[in-house]
T-cell receptor, first 112, second 113 residues
């Protein structure tokens, strides 16, 4: 079974803090994704990566950056957290070209 | 802007009935179609994928694809209370950057016992 894990299920941070969300997959997948999910807005793609050190902007990259130094790990960084970044953050991974994405359990981030 | 549209619901059906969930998409070049189930507070879980016109069955679930009409549907037979969840339709498109999927906002299904 594909396993995608995320570093925290719940996280509370203060405005202006730097926040790191980590995602690890154990299936040697090439592609990894970060989404946020908000009521009424659905899943929105923040960034994705096709390979180590490669990254592509999704639909809403503003205020976020990512890092992929190892194939199995994809990190989302909020450089200076703001209250409008309070959301559920979901990581997904996918075998290259397969189109089928597998999600981690999610991190519910609250920014106060 | 490529879009995936779903009725938000809630769709309410009695236990044992057939639940029918529908999705339309805007990109005529889309090639891959997926249904995910998401329980409240949990992450999406893939339940069906379909790539060719017609029906694809997996247990109580049937996915139907009609590329000419640009819609994909999910039928759940013998609905159970445990099927109560939000169902997300996801579509990939020809020429879409990489393999990033476009998700609909989901349809909430409620199955009453």
């Amino acid at each position: 079974d594909v396993k995608v894990t995320q570093s925290s299920r719940y996280l509370v941070k203060r405005t202006g803090e730097k926040v790191f969300l980590e995602c690890v997959q154990d299936m040697d997948h090439e592609n990894m994704f970060w989404y946020r999910q908000d009521p009424g807005l659905g899943l929105r793609l923040i960034y994705f990566s096709y390979d180590v050190k490669m990254k592509e902007k999704g639909d809403i990259p503003e205020g976020y950056s990512v890092s992929r130094e190892k194939k199995e790990r994809f990190s989302l960084i909020l450089e200076s957290a703001s209250t409008n970044q309070t959301s559920m953050y979901l990581c997904a991974s996918e075998y290259g070209g397969a189109d089928t994405q597998y999600f981690g359990p999610g991190t519910r981030l609250t920014v106060l | 802007q490529k879009e995936v549209e779903q009725n938000s619901g809630p769709l309410s059906v009695p236990e044992g009935a057939i639940a029918s969930l529908n999705c339309t998409y805007s990109d005529r070049g889309s090639q891959s179609f997926f249904w995910y189930r998401q329980y409240s507070g949990k992450s999406p879980e893939l339940i069906m994928s379909i790539y060719s016109n017609g029906d694809k069955e997996d247990g109580r679930f049937t996915a139907q694809l009609n590329k000419a009409s640009q819609y994909v549907s999910l039928l759940i037979r013998d609905s159970q209370p445990s099927d109560s969840a939000t169902y997300l339709c996801a579509v990939n498109g020809e020429g879409q950057a990489g393999t990033a999927l476009i998700f609909g906002k989901g349809t909430t299904l409620s199955v009453s016992s």
